[in-house]
């Protein structure tokens, strides 16, 4: 069946979310993971379908109970991807992708040495700030935080099978389609 494991990971504000979105307007067929959170949930966010938001409590009570493919703290918040979901979509035969941080995309491919990590890359480290700015959904603690993250991601990312630079929109989504369909058809 040659179904995959893809995990998207960059910095907050880079356009993972921008980019994936495009694609899976592309390919309906692909399974996006929810991860769950305890992160506040922003305006316009729904419960099950951008994430599970949880509390701490129960966030660790997943922990302790072994539930996560892979977990992380990002910026003060927890972030995990339940391993139910995944092994079900993977054994119903569907493609798999994750966006997750970069932390939890090397616990992915330690798990599963035959995911496909994808890293996504700003044109440069101002447009990458301006992003995150011009999305008005943080405070100025919160993208301080997050701009903290990005010399370890981009050092992480050395670990990832391809990188992408999203300067022009269209042009990442084309990208991130051939590089799914080449491993897809390679498999
Ligand atoms: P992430 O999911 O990586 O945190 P988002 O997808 O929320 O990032 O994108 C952050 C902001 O950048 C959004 O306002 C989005 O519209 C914008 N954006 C995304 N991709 C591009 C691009 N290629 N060029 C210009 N702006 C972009
Ligand atoms: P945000 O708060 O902007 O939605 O997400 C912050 C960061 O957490 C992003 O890099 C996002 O990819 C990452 N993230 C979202 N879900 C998960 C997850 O399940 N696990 C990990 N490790 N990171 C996640």
Same mark, same amino acid.
């Given at each position: /069946? ?28 692909? /399974? ?37 493919? $892979? ?40 798990? /599963? ?34 701009? $903290? ?39």
């Amino acid at each position: /069946m040659n179904k995959k494991l893809f995990v998207l990971s960059g910095s907050s504000g880079v356009g993972k979310g921008t980019v994936l979105k495009g694609f899976l307007k592309r390919n309906p067929d692909f /399974m996006l993971s929810i991860s769950c959170t305890t992160r506040k949930p922003r305006p316009g966010e729904v419960d099950g379908i951008n994430y599970f938001f949880t509390t701490q409590e129960e966030f660790k009570n997943c922990i302790e109970n072994n539930k996560f493919l $892979e977990w992380a703290e990002f910026a003060g918040n927890f972030y995990g991807t339940k391993k139910k979901y995944i092994n079900q979509c993977l054994e119903e035969g569907k493609n798999v992708i994750l966006e997750i941080d970069t932390q939890g995309a090397l616990q992915v491919k330690k798990q /599963m040495p035959e995911a496909v990590l994808i890293f996504i890359a700003p044109p440069s480290l101002e447009e990458l700030e301006a992003r995150l700015r011009g999305r008005h959904t943080e405070d100025e603690a919160t993208i301080q935080k997050r701009l $903290e993250q990005v010399r370890a991601e981009i050092k992480r990312s050395e670990n990832f099978d391809y990188r992408i630079v999203n300067d022009k929109l269209e042009d990442a989504i084309l990208r991130l389609e051939e590089i799914v369909k080449g491993e897809i058809n390679n498999a």
